[in-house]
């Protein structure tokens, strides 16, 4: 019996082939795939085959009849892995380090079993890493290999703070200059995501067009849900950004989020600029809350958040003028994202570009069975729902795994192209 995984050291983005020989024909194979994330915890996936009549399984051209995917991928094994002794779908996947994924793959059938040990890389080994603690910013920035000129990026995350590598080091391995920048939650940083000043990001533009390697003109900037927000902030407002990628965003902007606080609704701002805030939704006094979750649920807060939105002049007071990016935009949303209605607030942002006669592309991809984790394919796509870490809540995300793992998979090569795009 035998397996066969090529390539067996690939990037977390390629391809690969996996297939399973010498079982008995019409025999059953079960393939399994198993991995430990930075926190210890172990991640495992399987799936069953029925061996064709030269005894071999191949996962690009067959569905499992069984297991925990169902569809003819090779990825399969990978996105639709759970983590094991935890309640199911309810812990994050854990990767902090730019380091590579190492992946046991074996293959069972009539009673014999054969392994192969993998790795999926997060950085091409020839990316250079330099961390920047500099002129007030916290980051690292990935320079791709070669001389360059190469297109220039910023990525930031989400609510949950923090310095987050491993988007930008997979930006780098494709040819983009890329600046992985925090801006809560990380010391000397503020705490809570309140009060940040634009000009902090500023800061950093200049600090990336400075770089020898980088090419004339404008710079590329990427952030998810509340830094999806935070990109249509900052593109309508410094010109030097001259490039939007938005995941699961919103058009509006929206309050800070602190540690401890129960409610998304806050009456404090995210975001200042030359000293005043930037104008944020309030929530309604007048309209009635939708109902509580049960208790032990994850919290959906999309009813929440539409529930805000419900005010026609409340939303118009704080809607971003997204018209005035200085560059094609790219939104990326899901349709099942029970964090807030992305696809909505995305929608809205287009029917403003387009009201408006914004003079350059822009694209909305929406995804059917996706919800709000979405982006690099850097990880299982099985985590609905898990505790904020900054509110310590247990919040849903919505979609389904395989939904998640196809939008991630559509996207992922789109946001590349158009990041590189002359």
């Known amino acids: 019996m035998w397996i066969e995984v090529t390539p067996t050291r690939s990037l977390v983005d390629e391809p690969m082939r996996i297939a399973v020989g010498g079982a008995p024909p019409g025999g059953r194979v079960i393939v399994r795939a198993a991995l430990r994330d930075d926190a210890a915890q172990r991640w495992a996936s399987w799936g069953a085959f029925v061996a064709d009549g030269a005894g071999q399984a191949d996962l690009a051209k067959q569905a499992p009849i069984d297991g925990t995917w169902d569809t003819a991928d090779p990825l399969g094994l990978f996105w639709s892995m759970r983590d094991e002794g935890q309640p199911p779908g309810r812990v994050a996947f854990v990767k902090r380090a730019v380091t590579p994924l190492e992946v046991e793959i074996t293959a069972e059938a009539d ?81 809570d995501l309140k009060r940040i000043p634009l000009e902090y990001f500023e800061t950093a533009i200049g600090w990336l067009q400075a770089r020898p390697e980088v090419r004339s003109g404008g710079v590329g900037f990427v952030g998810t849900s509340r830094g999806g927000e935070l990109a249509l902030v900052l593109g309508s407002t410094f010109p030097a950004i001259n490039r939007v990628v938005a995941y699961v965003p919103s058009g509006v902007v929206h309050g800070a989020i602190s540690r401890g606080e129960t409610d998304p609704r806050n009456p404090e701002p995210a975001w200042t600029y030359r000293g005043n805030p930037v104008p944020f939704i309030r929530p309604s006094s007048t309209r009635p809350a939708p109902p509580p ?24 007071a704080a809607t971003i003028p997204v018209e005035r990016i200085n560059g094609p935009v790219l939104l990326i949303s899901g349709d099942e994202d029970q964090m807030w209605p992305s696809t909505p607030f995305s929608r809205a942002v287009v029917e403003r570009l387009r009201s408006r006669g914004f003079p350059h592309r822009f694209e909305h991809r929406s995804y059917p069975d996706a919800g709000h984790m979405i982006g690099a394919p850097l990880g299982p796509t099985t985590i609905q729902a898990s505790l904020h870490p900054v509110r310590g809540q247990l919040y849903g995300y919505g979609g389904t795994p395989s939904g998640n793992a196809a939008a991630r998979a559509d996207s992922w090569p789109r946001v590349i192209r158009f990041l590189k795009a002359d």
């Open 111 to 191: 009673g014999k079993t054969t392994a192969s040990s993998i790795e999926r890389q997060t950085v091409s080994p020839d990316v250079e890493r330099m961390d920047l603690r500099a002129h007030g910013l916290v980051g690292t920035y990935f320079r791709p290999a070669g001389a360059g000129p190469f297109p220039s990026v910023i990525v930031v995350g989400g609510s949950g703070g923090g310095l987050n590598e491993l988007s930008s080091a997979l930006m780098a391995s494709r040819g983009l200059a890329a600046l992985a920048l925090a801006y809560f939650g990380v010391e000397p940083l503020p705490l």
């Open 293 to 316: 979750t049960p208790p032990g649920e994850p919290i959906p807060l999309t009813p929440i958040f539409t529930h805000m939105h419900q005010d026609p002049d409340a939303v118009a």
